[in-house]
């Protein structure tokens, strides 16, 4: 998320826990603007974003940690729009 904003995107962060002190000083640290949303599942992303959609979807370190991944993949590939990665 650090890399992207500082790249110049427009960066969403999400976490089902809460990372917010962590995230609050590497923001600082790095000059990287971004929003961070703590406490949310997969299955509550979609609500939590009004549905938003990204050209975007990063979804490194997360699969093997579900334990339904092909539910997983669904859910992330819904919040990338048409045509995106």
Known sequence: SVLMARAGGVVTATDITSRRDNIACLQ????????????VTLAELGP????????????????????????????A???CRVGGL
Do not use: C, M, S
Not at 28 to 39: G, M, P
Not at 56 to 61: K, L, Q, Y
């Open 28 to 39: 600082q640290a790095f000059d990287a603007e971004f929003l961070y949303l703590a406490d």
């Open 48 to 75: 939590a974003l009004d549905h938003e959609v990204f050209d975007v979807v990063n979804f490194a370190g997360v699969l093997y940690h579900t334990i339904n991944p092909l539910g997983a993949l669904a859910a």
């Open 77 to 79: 590939r819904a919040r």
